[in-house]
């Protein structure tokens, strides 16, 4: 029992700043941004290359955050100069991930086993002390992103995705807005790609395929369960981010679950899907009545 | 209300499913010991490493065994769960295959002993972790070397291969032993399935041959450019028998039974107490020449000059023609 929710926690956990930006962008700016796929990579192979090299893990993160918030800005950018769909604009900008990453990284897999991270000491320790270190360092993406939705420039970045176009008829200047959403978003991306590779041993070029997927689907799962039971306004920021940590941890839980009970993998995205309709039907019925 | 219960049923029936012991009842015999095996990818060369790692244990072991085979179908969420619930279970050994497969499980699991097959990770990998490696690669320069063995009046190939971690250093390392015998070896990488029937169309026409190293995603496809072989009469020159039941020409490989055999091997060794600090990384010295002779003779090539060369490197040649050639085909 303990080892179902451990399992669930520790996985849950890297993923919270993926979930996050995949919030930013999916509910807050109304996009469905697929940069997303491959910012996970960038963050993991810029931290992966620059440690490898010798560089303090500190300085990897960081880098790895810049880099994240630049792939982001760069889908703005495709978006604002090119006239591209945000979609496709999202779609294109992983494409061309895909080819930054594999010479960033020059070589597919980097192996982090041996090299020290930003929670190599801690887990050094034993594993409590190691993820707490996480959860700490999750604990501060959270804080900083709450106070971001709460700030001016999030009300902001809320109207964008709620009405652009009036937005810029009031003098806002929504192409700054739609280049720090879109930033963020990646950087929180890439935060999580950076995290993950530290934890999983290594940084792989494969690593980021399907995680928009994941966490488009675990927040529209956690919004489903949780909005309908939120209605003042003033609780939306939060509820929305509970949101995004009751879809992930949903997500994991029936996974680790379906996996204890000896189902065949053949069958197991089958039944998690299954599982995850039934989650929405219920919350949808719900919706429906009221 | 009703929606809260409806969720919390849902959950809980999870949840006391989830926990249930799926372990056999204890009874007086002795304590079997526990290997999980974690298969990445659905794969026939898979299946077979963990046939000879499995038949092999069994038969060596004096105590009863039981394998846990994970398979986690290409996905890196599923394979982390995979590994989180064998370390749950108490297991005795883990026996990853491939290399990032390996490099997961010593990442999560510290405190027992991990036996990764078909894998190839540096020596500084297994100094904070229970790690014993088999590596299964053969070095691409020797492939190169007993093709222009075979060939030495060709001076043009063509190496197509995936963006993979193993696979990447061996193409440079193959290229660089062809260019110092002469051989000019072009490169097309593929990311993807798709690419391979692009890769396939777009083939040089001075190319003279087609190298495939042991690249699971490209052998997937193997009957894509055994088509493009025959169609330019060109050898499709491989590095795993799968392949060439597949209808690729000839291969220089290791049996991939033999790297669950060696893996097994090493396995018994910790289990007696050896610890995998004192265990260097398995080597397969072991080579062979798989061929396939309905193959050879679509892509028009002379089966006397394989065999000379094999005869005279000491390689066992395997015929391994059979049904399969006619499915592809």
Known sequence: MIALLLATLTQSLTLIPLALGINLS???????????????????????????????????????????????????????????????????????????????????????????????????????????????????????????????????????????????????NVTYLRISGFGLNNLLAAASGAITAQIIGYADIGMGVGMTLVGIGAIILGQHILLPFIKKHYLRAGSELLAAFIGIALYFFILNSLLRLNINPIYLKLLLGVLLALFLRTATQKTRLS | MKQVFCYLSLISLLFITGCHDNTPPKTAAPKAIQVGIIIPIEHPAMDEITQGFEDTLSANLKRPVEFQVMRAQGDINLQRSMILQLQSKNIDLFAPIATQTTEMTASMIKDRPIVGLAALLPDSARTNSQLA??????????????????????????????????????????????????????????????????????????????????????????????????????????????????????????????????GAKVALQILQGTPTTDIPVVKMTHLSVFINKKALALQGQDLSAIQKQADLQHYAIVDVTGDRLGAVK
Not at chain 1, 109 to 124: C, D, E, K
Request: aromatic share 10%; hydrophobic share 50%; with cysteine.
């Open chain 1, 26 to 172: 999916y509910t807050i700016l109304r996009a469905t941004d697929m940069t997303i796929d491959g910012s996970f990579v960038l963050g993991a192979g810029v931290f992966a290359q620059l440690v490898t090299m010798g560089f303090s893990p500190y300085l990897a993160f960081a880098a790895a955050l810049l880099c994240g918030a630049l792939a982001g800005s760069f889908t703005a950018f495709l978006q604002n100069g090119g006239k591209v769909d945000p979609l496709l604009a999202g779609i294109l900008s992983s494409f061309i991930l895909y080819s930054v990453n594999m010479a960033i990284m020059g070589r597919p897999n980097i192996n982090l086993l041996t090299t020290p991270t930003l929670f190599s000491t801690a887990f050094g320790h034993g594993n409590v002390l190691g993820w707490l270190s996480v959860a700490l360092l999750i604990g501060l993406f959270v804080i900083a992103f709450y106070a971001l939705l709460q700030s001016r420039l999030g009300l902001c970045l809320r109207a964008f995705g709620d009405n652009a176009a009036l937005l810029s008829r009031q003098g806002y």
């Open chain 2, 133 to 262: 490696l088999v590596d299964d690669e053969i070095t691409p320069t020797q492939t190169i070397q007993f093709i222009h063995a075979i060939y030495p009046e060709k001076k043009q190939f063509t190496i197509v291969y995936s963006n993979n971690d193993k696979i990447d250093p061996q193409v440079k390392e193959a290229v660089a032993a062809g260019a110092a015998l002469g051989l000019q070896i072009n490169q097309r990488m593929i990311t993807a399935l798709p690419d391979l029937y692009s890769v396939s169309q777009s083939l040089s026409p001075q190319t003279e041959g087609i190298i495939v190293l042991k690249d699971v995603l490209v052998v997937s496809g193997i009957a894509t450019l055994s088509k493009a072989a025959d169609d330019k009469h060109i050898p499709l020159i491989t590095s795993d028998d799968g392949s060439v039941q597949n209808g690729a020409g000839f291969a220089l490989g290791v049996k991939e039974y033999q790297i669950g055999v060696e």
